[in-house]
Nanobody
Framework: QVQLVESGGGLVQAGGSLRLSCAAS????????MEWYRQAPGKQRELVAF?????????NYADSVKGRFTISGENAKRTVYLQMNSLKPEDTAVYYC??????WGQGTQVTVSS
């Protein structure tokens, strides 16, 4: 069992920044995939950022956030972060972290005002 708890969401003006955190507890493998997804009202959930501990660690991003968002991890704290810069109103959504696409957090709301 793995538990994930997200935090760091909030209201920010366009152009601002937020850092989301996803704290993991339970049976965490040394080989894993951590992802951030988001879901806006009336839209499907979409993958935003991907991190895997395999291949020495690699990341990938949705085109819509490349160059603005950065996913990173702190193994000692079992925490994954999503640094979001240059935020746009279209980034408004509930953001979820996922571990191996099997376990999900409860989500944290990000609202970007224009």
């Amino acid at each position: 069992q793995v538990q994930l708890v997200e935090s760091g969401g909030g209201l920010v003006q366009a152009g601002g920044s937020l850092r989301l955190s996803c704290a993991a507890s339970g049976s965490i493998s040394s080989i894993y995939v951590m992802e951030w997804y988001r879901q806006a009202p009336g839209k499907q959930r979409e993958l935003v950022a991907f991190f895997t501990s395999m291949s020495g660690g690699s990341t990938n991003y949705a085109d819509s956030v490349k160059g603005r968002f950065t996913i990173s991890g702190e193994n000692a704290k079992r925490t994954v972060y999503l640094q979001m810069n240059s935020l746009k109103p279209e980034d408004t959504a509930v953001y979820y972290c996922a571990y191996n696409r099997l376990y999900w957090g409860q989500g944290t709301q990000v609202t970007v005002s224009s």
